[in-house]
């Protein structure tokens, strides 16, 4: 009963930083940990859901262009490249562990809507009955709400759509690897000296003014979405922690509640 008692479902939320180089190219080392882990902790007994970022970067790659493309119409051209490679390794890569993976493919409506958010449940459910991992993604090819056209922001917010599936989905977790060790109390990037906060129990004021902005060229989710999707976990209770994505073992330590990276919840220890 014990070890029944100790199985989690875990959303993990992966950001293009991750599964990119900085040079554009991918990343297969971190794509084949992370599937090797993944695949692990299902066989452990915990139901996994993952949450890719990547599509317009690796679409990018794969068609060999220099930077990601400005127009809308050419980002949701690419992002369709995009996804259909990185399923491609997806699959390949879990089923070297023997794990099975399914494409969702999400747009905000899908989970507004109440009719359609049920269904979208009910086929999670399934999935994760069925022992298979549910690879999600924001539908860049046939919706614009995430994919912005300003300076800062080029592509859409994963944090916080990982953070509506952690709910809709009644996770008891959401991990966030980023390429940034977890929330600190001043930007590490510009202070040696900053300290990582390890436990945050309230998205309030105080700790939305640590947040920076976005950390690298290829990924856009900064340090603000990450709060949004804490407080988004948060007022459902559900968990989340921020760590570092370079090591995906992490997750063991994590799932085992572990003190690694900045774990966001409303339980008082």
């Known amino acids: ?25 991918l990343n297969f080392h971190r794509m084949e940990m992370l599937s090797r882990t993944l695949s692990d902790l299902m066989g452990m007994g915990h139901e996994m859901i993952l949450v890719s970022s990547g599509a317009i970067g690796i679409g990018t ?7 990601r493309p400005k127009q809308l119409r050419l980002k949701q051209a ?11 390794l997806y699959d390949k890569f879990f089923g070297e562990y023997g794990q099975t993976v399914a494409q969702i493919l999400l747009t905000r409506d899908d989970v507004d809507d109440p009719h359609r958010s049920e269904n979208l449940r009910n086929t999670f459910e399934a999935l994760l009955e069925m022992r298979a991992i549910p690879v999600v993604n924001e539908n860049d090819s046939v919706s614009f709400a995430e994919i912005e056209t300003g300076k800062s922001k080029v592509f859409g917010d994963n944090d916080t759509l ?15 690897l980023s390429d940034i060790d977890g929330l600190y109390d001043q930007d590490p990037h510009v202070n040696p000296a900053a300290k990582l906060i390890p436990v945050v129990y309230a998205v309030d004021d105080s700790i939305r003014r640590l947040a920076g902005g976005s950390g690298t060229c290829w990924g856009t989710g900064g ?17 989340m922690v921020i760590t570092n994505g370079a090591d995906t073992e992490r997750l063991y330590q ?7 990276g900045t774990r966001f919840t409303t339980k008082q220890s």
Not at 78 to 88: D, L, N, Y
Not at 254 to 260: A, G, K, R, Y
Request: hydrophobic letters at 50%; glycine letters at 6%; aromatic letters at 0%.
């Open 254 to 260: 994590i799932l085992n509640n572990h003190s690694v």
């Open 223 to 239: 340090m603000s979405t990450k709060l949004d999707a804490a407080a988004i976990c948060l007022n459902s209770g559900v968990d």
């Open 162 to 176: 990982s953070a509506v599936v952690a709910v809709l989905c009644q996770a008891d977790l959401l991990v966030l």
């Open 78 to 88: 690419v992002a369709a490249v995009g996804q259909c490679e990185m399923m491609h």
């Open 61 to 67: 790659g794969k068609l060999r262009l220099p930077e």
């Open 1 to 25: 009963m014990a070890e029944e008692q100790n199985k989690k479902r875990v959303v993990v939320k992966v950001g293009t930083s991750t599964l990119v180089h900085p040079s554009g190219a």
